[in-house]
């Protein structure tokens, strides 16, 4: 972009007439507008031909922003007009409609994927209900929508989103009955001895963050939404509580940890286990104190965490050895990011200051690891590693939501127009899944673990984090137009 109170022309002119003032502040004021107008423009010519439309971006409207000579009343009468252009461009009915419209496939896709049914692991056999699968068998749920799990607590928060944003109250609906069948049926399956993947483990055992977590926190969500779902749900969501504040593992200054996989581990994805589910409970049911322990979580998991050499965050602590594990993996980095912005939504005013602080410090360190693409790598600071989908994902939609709210510069929009772009371009299926999405990663002791972790189109770990992204987004946009 060029700056305009340092074109030799322009500047001439300017300084003659005696408002260089102006320009100075015309260019603080409009340059990271512009920027955006730039990276708006770039993504219309490339989706011109994917998304079936004509779309013709004017080239000479992007001339003019080249500010080459321009008669002296340009200075004084250019502000409208950018901001005319600027306004013109970004709300381009073809490429908002093709946001929305994607947004739908993707979460159509889920609500056509569920069916409720389970495979014989042995014999292949499928049963339609828990009531036909014979004593002793071992089964899996047939559809990866079934399960109860923290990745689709996230996506039946971002349903929910969906429903509010879009009017559709079927996506509502959906989340209802999903959690509802979870809740009518866990009880009916046995444990396995050692590795427990029964179907509905998590819920039945109960016994880390990231088994109630998230889960309950769409529970939250729900509740406030349709009331009459109190009754049935406010066990689970009590329970979720008490084990935060009396089991779940800590260290002595009372940062949340795990038992395993060695004592007193701290991994960087618990923050995003624990606060969606604390800063939920916390401003629903006016509990102060867990507003405030999810708060010094934050503090606590940067002091713990943060490598001021990378500007980014290691996945785990060892607290037996006292030293940082892992690699600067990038969802890990995303959860932390997605938690912090999640309990701001909700959090006192008095208490914002110390967790905003470090939402920022850490945007800035992520946001200097932005691929070319407008992605973000498994691993965040090594080039060799793959342009993995999940954490593009939570990084579009935290920085998008962070200007929304105005915690950071508009500057960093242009961060999340670009990531964004990226993503659609690169990494979402015709059919509206997201690619390249890391498996489910425990803390590696070596970084070749993170290099080989297997991606998947279309895991569940990125599909709500795609809606959230795709729904900011708009928000985004919707803002940058007024």
């Not at 999340?416 to 498996?439: M, Q, S, Y």
Request: net charge neutral.
């Amino acid at each position: 972009m060029t700056d305009v109170s340092r074109h030799v022309n322009f500047r001439r002119v300017a300084w003659e007439n005696g408002f260089m003032d102006q320009i100075y502040a015309f260019n603080r004021e409009y340059r990271p507008g512009v920027d955006v107008l730039r990276s708006r423009v770039a993504g219309l010519k490339r989706w011109n031909k994917s998304m079936n439309v004509s779309i013709n971006p004017c080239p000479r409207i992007i001339r003019f922003f080249a500010f080459g000579n321009r008669p002296k009343s340009f200075a004084m009468n250019m502000k409208p007009l950018l901001i005319f252009c600027l306004a013109v461009l970004i709300s381009w009915t073809g490429y908002a409609a093709g946001d929305e419209t994607l947004l739908r496939r993707v979460a159509d896709k889920v609500l056509a994927d569920y069916r409720i049914a389970y495979t014989d692991r042995a014999s292949g056999r499928t049963y339609a209900s828990v009531d036909e699968i014979p004593a002793g068998a071992r089964v899996r749920i047939a559809s990866k929508y079934m399960d109860w799990h923290y990745s689709l607590g996230v996506l039946n928060m971002a349903l929910l989103k969906m429903a509010d944003r879009f009017g559709e109250e079927r996506y509502a609906d959906f989340v209802e009955q999903q959690i509802d069948y979870a809740l009518s049926v866990y009880d009916r399956f046995g444990v396995e001895e050692g590795e427990d993947h029964e179907p509905y483990h998590f819920l039945r055992k109960f016994n880390e963050l990231d088994h109630c977590g998230a889960e309950c926190a769409a529970m939250i969500e729900l509740m406030a939404r349709r009331p009459e779902k109190t009754a049935a749900y406010m066990p689970f969501v009590t329970r979720a509580a008490e084990h935060i504040r009396r089991v779940q593992a800590r260290f002595p200054d009372g940062t949340l940890v795990r038992t395993w996989p060695y004592r007193h581990t701290l991994w960087a994805d618990d923050l995003y286990m624990g606060l969606s589910f604390m800063s939920r409970y916390g401003s629903r049911f006016d509990d102060r104190e867990m507003l405030r322990d999810a708060a010094r979580q934050v503090e606590r998991f940067h002091h713990y965490l943060w490598d001021p050499v990378t500007e980014l965050l290691w996945h785990g602590y060892y607290g037996d050895l006292n030293r940082t594990a892992g690699a600067h993996w990038g969802r890990c980095n995303g959860w932390v990011m997605l938690a912090t912005c999640q309990l701001l939504d909700l959090l006192p005013a008095e208490l914002c200051r110390p967790v905003l602080d470090l939402l920022e410090r850490q945007i800035a360190g992520v946001a200097k690891r932005q691929a070319a693409s407008g992605l973000w790598r498994q691993v965040l600071d090594r080039e060799d590693s793959y342009e993995e989908g999940s954490c593009s994902a939570i990084f579009v939609y935290c920085v998008a939501h962070a200007v929304c709210e105005g915690w950071i510069d508009s500057r960093y929009a242009t961060v999340a127009l670009r990531g964004w772009e990226g993503l659609r371009r690169e990494k979402i299926t015709p059919e509206g899944e997201l690619r390249d999405v890391c498996v489910g990663t425990g803390i590696g002791t070596d970084l070749p673990f993170y290099y080989n972790r297997p991606k998947v189109d279309g895991e569940t770990h990125g599909t709500g984090l795609l809606l959230e992204a795709g729904m900011e987004i708009l928000r985004l946009n919707d803002k940058l137009q007024k």
